[in-house]
């Protein structure tokens, strides 16, 4: 399935469940920011004026579930619902209503649809939603959300880290990225797509801590998940190069 008409399909599916509760939906991530690669997720956001009730969960989680993924001959799909109220005035942490991954796919059919939950890296998103300002229903985001303070931006990518360092051996790809993507965001202020990031940090890292992150960008932007491969002497040097990360991300977390 073309990524165009997968994502018409997504909008169409939130109207019909949504409908005039639905105040924008906003296409972001990678086909906004820097181009879809061979294993980016479709990624949208949706701003609503109340939570969703129990049917509704349950009508848009059945909705995604033959619209997203490889088994259906389409890219992995994320979907976040977000309360207006919940991010605008902006606080932290923020609220999301609803969120669907590829990743959840599992956990979602056996437990049930998603629940309202904190979800601090709501800051990165809706930041990276406004820089991309790509409507795909609705006023342009600026006219939705709020400006998320870069302190925020902080205390979410450093949030995010423990969770990261748990999924280091099963996703290394992702892990290695999203670190150096929070190594850039920290020093720079700016979220980057993930090989822009990797650009970045491979200029400041040290030669030996070098080949796990160009290894790691090249499979983002030349592979799809079921053709990645690390060789014995790469993974070995997961861990230093994670730790290296970790130092410069520590350098430039407040006390």
Do not use: C
């Amino acid at each position: 399935m073309e990524a165009t008409e997968q994502t018409q399909q997504i909008v169409r599916l939130v109207d019909d469940v949504l409908g005039p509760e639905v105040i924008g939906m906003y296409l972001h991530g990678s086909a906004v920011l820097g181009g879809l690669r061979p294993a980016s997720d479709l990624d949208v956001l949706v701003i609503t004026r109340r939570g969703m009730d129990g049917p509704e969960r349950r009508a848009l989680l059945d909705g995604l579930f033959p619209l997203s993924g490889s088994a259906h001959a389409a890219r992995p799909v994320e979907l976040t619902v977000v309360v207006q109220s919940e991010v605008r005035p902006w606080r932290y942490p923020p609220a999301g209503d609803f969120l669907y991954g590829e990743w959840m796919r599992d956990e979602l059919a056996a437990g049930g649809p998603p629940q309202p939950e904190p979800m601090p890296d709501l800051a990165l998103l809706l930041t990276m939603v406004l820089a991309g300002d790509h409507p795909l229903a609705g006023p342009t985001p600026a006219r939705v959300l709020d400006p998320v303070p870069h302190a925020d931006l902080v205390r979410a990518s450093v949030a995010g880290i423990p969770g990261l360092l748990h999924d280091l051996d099963d996703d290394t790809r992702n892990v290695v990225l999203t670190l150096a993507r929070v190594w850039t965001t920290l020093a720079t202020g700016e979220i980057r797509t993930k090989d822009a990031a990797a650009d970045w940090a491979l200029g400041r890292l040290p030669p030996e801590h070098r080949p796990v992150l160009r290894h790691a960008r090249d499979l983002y932007l030349n592979r799809r998940y079921s053709e990645e491969s690390w060789s014995d002497e790469l993974r070995a040097r997961v861990r230093p190069h994670v730790d290296q990360v970790l130092a410069g991300i520590d350098g430039l977390t407040p006390r």
